[in-house]
């Protein structure tokens, strides 16, 4: 049976093996993606769960490794919006390895599906990329973002004067947002251990099938990696929006 590669993503992948260090204390009992930002109500996971939910999966498989047991427990203890399956790496396999060992268990491998990792904090319209994917033919598509810095910048002459401060300014090169959309042939290409941003994707880019699908305009994406990031996201989410939330 030939891939279906036009219709919308109904299934996922969640990373959620990392053991977060950089998030110590917070990490010390329980993985990275059970963290919560605070005023939220909700760990990272459950946040992502019921977006992929609204955008239209009815399935995702999740990835743990560190704590297992505790996200585990969570997930059977809550009432989510969706199916949900763990898999539970014996040994680092990377992420790649890790991405390609949860895919071997989604529910249709002959579909389309969305991944994404489990540290990200971010709402966009997901049917969008997906229709992105589909109409450039790519084996997987990135979601792109600008972030911002987390220092000041300073803007001088040509004479070296400095003429500005810039607080925080948003950077000029768009990084890898950690959501893909992929294509049912693209889990074949992972690595069984290391980096795929390392191994798969440069391939797939010398190739032209790899996409980037920049985010949209005042959608919010942020990494969730130490407790200062805990802090500002806590602050961002509390500002008022000029639009709801996709």
């Not at 009815?58 to 399956?85: F, K, Y």
């Amino acid at each position: 049976m030939s891939p279906r590669v036009h219709e919308l993503p109904t299934q996922a992948v969640i990373l959620a093996g990392g053991q977060g260090s950089r998030l110590r204390p917070y990490t010390d009992d329980r993985p990275k993606p059970m963290v919560e930002i605070p005023g939220t109500g909700t760990p990272i996971i459950g946040h992502q769960l019921a977006w992929l939910a609204e955008e239209g999966v009815t399935d995702a498989v999740i990835s743990c490794g560190h704590l297992a047991s505790v996200l585990e427990r969570w997930l059977a203890e809550t009432e989510l919006p969706l199916s949900t399956r763990t898999v539970v790496e014996t040994e680092p396999l990377g992420r790649g390895g890790g991405l390609k060992y949860a895919a071997a268990a989604l529910p249709r491998p002959d579909e389309p599906w969305y991944a994404t990792n489990g540290d990200i904090w971010t709402r966009f319209p997901l049917r969008e990329m997906a229709a992105f994917h589909a109409e450039r033919g790519a084996l997987a598509t990135l979601a792109l973002a600008r972030p911002q810095l987390p220092w000041g910048a300073v803007r001088t002459d040509d004479f070296g004067h400095v003429v500005d401060f810039i607080e925080s300014p948003t950077v000029n090169f768009e990084v890898n947002a950690g959501v893909y959309v992929c294509a049912a042939e693209f889990a074949a290409l992972l690595p069984e251990r290391g980096d795929h941003e390392r191994t798969t994707f440069p391939g797939l880019a010398r190739q032209n099938r790899l996409a980037g699908f920049p985010l949209p305009h005042g959608a919010y994406w942020r990494a969730i990696d130490t407790a200062k990031d805990l802090t500002e996201a806590a602050r961002e989410l509390a500002l008022p929006r000029d639009r709801p939330a996709d």
